[in-house]
């Protein structure tokens, strides 16, 4: 089968396996791919290194997109547990919801999620932003380290516990902040910072609308005593 | 990890469809539980008392069970057999069959009573037990299956889920139980009997042991919210429900996906791609501790 694929072609799950899917994808430098019949299946577009773009047509399972690097992925659908987790570089973009774990400890690139995301979205954040068209779930951005994540709608429980230096930026209610999570003020960086990730995800929101919270530094590991 | 599908279906003339598209469904969750399965079909019946009874040797002696029954409980008893499994049809009460089976014949697990639900279970892999139990021909209002990984307890046909041990009413489980031994002596001496070391057992034993006390299945929900710890994802079935039910944390994963003709729920959205209608679905994951349930009587309306 991957003999037979050209690039700028459509990729049928149904037809042939994932494996053979992701080997074409990854045997490409550049073009646009589509994957049609995607039925949920796990690990679609995965370890992805090169500049090439991919329209997932429906549903995708777990980590898609996961370890991405330079490609854009669109999922035209949900996605579910950890997609784009680990990116490095480059877009993933999902039209519908996705599951948990969404950007876990995704190191740089853009994250858009057009709806809502579940729990624990960007846990572990360290380096990449990620914009949020609607709400996130419970423990989202739990010890972020580095990176930004923007949501348009509503956060769930306990809202970075444990942060380090992300930053967040929520425009709904906030059910409950974790450990060591506070908000801040919003400067003129921060609205800047603001402005041009809801412009590069395509998403219009008043910026004076969003809050912005971060981390008190108040935890063990934040005093100078306690360093080894 | 396991795999847990349930589809309950709104439009009353699919029921010939639903053992297929059930069998489909659980197909999808092979990989993540290939030790066992299991699945329960809301069947209907002909208002007698109903009981799946499991040979745990293989080699128990059917028609010696149905005689002892028969003049333990002074009632007649219809047998029919299928490979392991047995199916008693009486009109005794179906409580005092389970209780005198437990009591009297330690090679007989009973895998569920009631007057609609049959449940049916093997160990291996889970497309083979749909096609021993042949899932794909039986018609319905709902149905719950499972395929299980085993963490909490040995391999066994009769540890495989569902659990039933209330009339009518079973559950599929993904996660594990932390205080299910403390849990089992408290409803034991309730009076509630169980058959198994298994976690699982004892979530289904306290949903039925709360809704025996008057509960509905919502308010039984509520409880389990209080009173069991640990992680879960459980599909529930009830003679008229089905019902979702997610821990506070919800690290086991779920979807719920809603036609005007179904509902579908499972542990991945790949289990319900290949049901009819699924690119017109609702689609979203149920919430931490939230309770989703439907039933026929409430037309297939949320709660």
């Not at chain 1, 989202?140 to 930004?148: L, P, R, T, Y």
Request: aromatic share 6%; charged share 20%; net charge negative.
């Amino acid at each position: 089968m991957s003999d037979t694929i050209l690039r700028n072609t459509a990729l049928d799950v149904a037809a042939s396996s994932v494996r053979e899917v992701n080997r074409a994808l990854k045997s490409a430098a550049e073009g646009a791919f589509e994957v049609m019949n995607p039925g949920g299946a796990h690990a679609l577009a995965c370890g992805l290194y090169a500049p090439v773009s991919v329209t997932i047509k429906g549903h995708a399972g777990y980590y898609c997109a996961g370890m991405n690097k330079e490609a854009s992925v669109t999922v035209e659908g949900n996605a579910s547990t950890g997609v784009a987790e680990n990116m490095m570089s480059g877009t993933v973009r999902v039209t519908g919801n996705v599951s948990q774990s969404a950007g876990a400890t995704a190191h740089g690139g853009l994250l858009v999620i057009e709806g809502d995301a579940s729990a624990r979205c960007g846990i572990s954040l360290k380096g990449a932003e990620i914009v949020v068209g609607g709400s996130v779930g419970h423990m989202s951005a739990f010890m972020a380290q580095a990176g930004a994540m923007v949501v348009c709608g509503d956060a769930g429980e306990a809202l970075g516990d444990s942060i380090y230096e992300a930053r967040l930026y929520v425009r709904g209610s906030v059910a409950s902040l974790g450990a060591d999570c506070i908000e801040k003020e919003m400067r003129a960086e921060h609205r800047t910072q603001l402005a041009d990730l809801l412009s590069r995800a395509g998403m219009t929101a008043d910026i004076s609308d969003f809050k912005r919270y971060g981390s008190a530094r108040q935890l063990y590991n934040f005093k100078i005593d306690n360093a080894y | 990890m396991c795999g847990i599908v349930g589809l309950f279906l709104k439009n009353k003339a699919l029921a010939p469809e639903l053992g297929r598209l059930t069998a489909l469904m659980l197909h999808e969750m092979c990989d993540r539980g290939p030790d066992s399965a299991g699945f329960a079909v809301y069947g209907g019946g002909d208002g007698r008392a109903k009981l799946v009874l499991l040979s745990k040797t293989g080699a128990t002696d059917w028609q010696v069970l149905k005689d002892n029954l028969t003049a333990a409980l002074s009632a007649e008893m219809d047998l029919e057999t299928l490979h392991d499994h047995a199916i008693i049809r009486t009109d005794a009460d179906g409580r005092a069959v389970r209780g005198w089976i437990i009591g009297n014949a330690p090679d007989v697990t009973v895998l569920s009573l009631g007057k609609n639900i049959e449940v049916y279970k093997g160990i291996g892999d889970p497309d083979r037990v749909a096609e021993d139990f042949g899932l794909t021909q039986r018609s319905g209002t709902h149905a719950i299956a499972h395929t299980r990984m085993a963490t909490e307890s040995a391999i066994t046909t009769a540890g495989s889920h569902p659990f039933s041990t209330g009339a009518d009413t079973c559950l599929v489980h993904n996660g594990s139980l932390s205080n299910h031994n403390n849990l089992r002596e408290t409803l034991v001496s309730h009076g509630e009997q169980f058959q198994t070391e298994n976690d699982s057992e004892v979530a289904a034993a306290y949903l039925a042991w709360r809704m025996s006390e008057g509960d509905t299945l919502n308010q039984a929900l509520e409880a389990a919210l209080r009173d069991l710890d640990g992680f879960y994802t459980f599909a529930i079935g009830t003679g008229d429900g089905f019902a979702v039910l997610r821990d506070p944390i919800a690290c086991k994963p779920a979807v719920i996906a809603e036609t005007d003709d179904w509902v579908a729920m499972a542990s991945e959205f790949r289990a319900i791609a290949p049901l009819p209608g699924v690119e017109n679905a609702k689609i979203y994951e149920p919430e931490p501790a939230k309770i989703y349930s439907w039933s026929h009587a409430g037309e297939g309306k949320a709660a």
